[in-house]
């Protein structure tokens, strides 16, 4: 596996960006900081805020040092001379940037869920309605991924990281109008029915869907060009 072309990249965009995944991460341990240390609500919204914004920050870094800026660099006429297939390539970077923004959301998920009702910020009954918020990262952050890996361009990737920034929270908030969901928010216990389960089941699906049918797409690609 160790001496695997593949892992050989992802262990290098790894140790090339090790120092800003760490400050990302730093930032997002300050946030739990603030939201746990400090009481009241408005530190738990300052600090989820740090938080989120941390590991969006460091997702996008990553991709832009990983991705963009591979091709903005000329890195690939480099990578073109190694025993390297194209595939291989887009694995590589399918996995490095996964893997730093999945470890990262973790980390958001147990903090939020933790801190929210172990300190009494929001009632259980909005467990279903975070749940479903914190999923709903996963298919952004993979429509964004997948359109910098496709497009290499800086300008569709912020575009696109833009519009869902803005169609993101609408779509919550649509969700939260059903009264199957949004009438139990403020309830002391956690109501889990089918609409619930059917929009997390989705965002799952969604998740998956779209890197596969991105490696679908660029494995029809014989080369970086």
Same mark, same amino acid.
């Given at each position: 596996?160790? @001496?695997?072309?593949?892992?050989?990249?992802?262990?290098?965009?790894?140790?090339?960006?090790?120092?800003?995944?760490?400050?990302?991460?730093?930032?997002?341990?300050?946030?739990?900081?603030?939201?746990?240390?400090?009481?009241?609500?408005?530190?738990?919204?300052?600090?989820?805020?740090?938080?989120?914004?941390?590991?969006?920050?460091?997702?996008?870094?990553?991709?832009? @040092?990983?991705?963009?800026?591979?091709?903005?660099?000329?890195?690939?006429?480099?990578?073109?001379?190694?025993?390297?297939?194209?595939?291989?390539?887009?694995? =590589?970077?399918?996995?490095?940037?996964?893997?730093?923004?999945? &470890?990262?959301?973790?980390?958001?998920?147990?903090?939020?869920?933790?801190?929210?009702?172990?300190?009494?910020?929001?009632?259980?009954?909005?467990?279903?309605?975070?749940?479903?918020?914190?999923?709903?990262?996963?298919? &952004?952050?993979?429509?964004?991924?997948?359109?910098?890996?496709?497009?290499?361009?800086?300008?569709?990737?912020?575009?696109?990281?833009?519009?869902?920034?803005?169609?993101?929270?609408?779509?919550?908030?649509?969700?939260?109008?059903?009264?199957?969901?949004?009438?139990?928010?403020?309830?002391?216990?956690?109501?889990?029915?089918?609409?619930?389960?059917?929009?997390?089941? =989705?965002?799952?699906?969604?998740?998956?869907?779209?890197?596969?049918?991105?490696?679908m797409a660029q494995f029809r690609k014989q080369d970086f060009i």
């Open positions: 596996m160790t @001496h695997s072309i593949v892992y050989k990249l992802v262990s290098k965009d790894l140790k090339i960006n090790q120092t800003a995944i760490l400050l990302w991460l730093l930032a997002a341990v300050f946030g739990i900081l603030i939201a746990f240390f400090i009481p009241g609500l408005v530190a738990a919204n300052i600090g989820f805020s740090l938080l989120m914004s941390a590991i969006a920050g460091g997702g996008i870094h990553i991709m832009m @040092h990983t991705v963009l800026f591979d091709s903005v660099k000329g890195t690939q006429i480099f990578i073109m001379s190694l025993p390297l297939s194209f595939r291989q390539y887009i694995v =590589a970077k399918l996995i490095v940037n996964k893997l730093v923004f999945y &470890v990262m959301w973790t980390l958001l998920c147990a903090a939020c869920l933790y801190v929210t009702f172990s300190r009494g910020v929001l009632p259980m009954g909005s467990l279903p309605m975070m749940s479903m918020v914190l999923l709903a990262i996963l298919p &952004v952050y993979s429509l964004i991924l997948s359109v910098c890996i496709i497009t290499k361009s800086v300008g569709y990737t912020a575009v696109t990281a833009v519009t869902l920034s803005v169609a993101t929270p609408a779509y919550l908030w649509t969700v939260v109008y059903f009264e199957s969901v949004g009438s139990y928010v403020w309830g002391s216990q956690a109501v889990w029915n089918n609409t619930v389960y059917s929009v997390m089941i =989705a965002q799952v699906l969604l998740s998956i869907i779209i890197p596969l049918l991105t490696v």
